[in-house]
């Protein structure tokens, strides 16, 4: 199973990004998919989280700018970033709870995708 972001790049202060994360190989079902960040010099932090049954989590510096959707036809998982800030540059990744059996659950992570806000 692999994992791979993309939409990242360079956009000024105010502007909007979108990212995708796209999840392939054996999979038997998507659940739930997240997005973190890790900006140079801190830890990796949680951003937003949506279940297969559509509940969705923010956290508070992302709430009323960050949107988390899904389609679960392409399992992909996407993150509409507006309004953003300089403080919102950092490596972006994905993850999500596969299953690749009815038994068998993992935990995967993409390789991460830069986004950087200019002011």
């Known amino acids: 199973v692999q994992l791979v972001e993309s939409g990242g790049g360079l956009v000024q202060a105010g502007g909007s990004l979108t990212l995708s994360c796209v999840a392939s190989?054996?999979?038997?079902?998507?659940?739930?998919m997240r997005w973190y960040r890790q900006a140079p010099g801190k830890q990796r932090e949680g951003v937003a989280g949506l279940t297969t049954g559509g509940t969705v989590h923010y956290t508070d510096f992302v709430k009323g700018r960050f949107t988390i959707s899904r389609d679960d036809a392409k399992n992909t998982v996407y993150l509409q970033m507006n309004s953003l800030k300089t403080e919102d540059t950092a490596v972006y990744y994905c993850?999500?709870?596969?299953?690749?059996?009815?038994?068998?659950?993992?935990?995967?992570w993409g390789q991460g995708t830069q986004v950087t806000v200019s002011s």
């Open positions: 190989g054996n999979i038997y079902k998507v659940n739930t």
């Open positions: 993850s999500a709870d596969i299953k690749v059996s009815q038994n068998y659950e993992y935990d995967y």
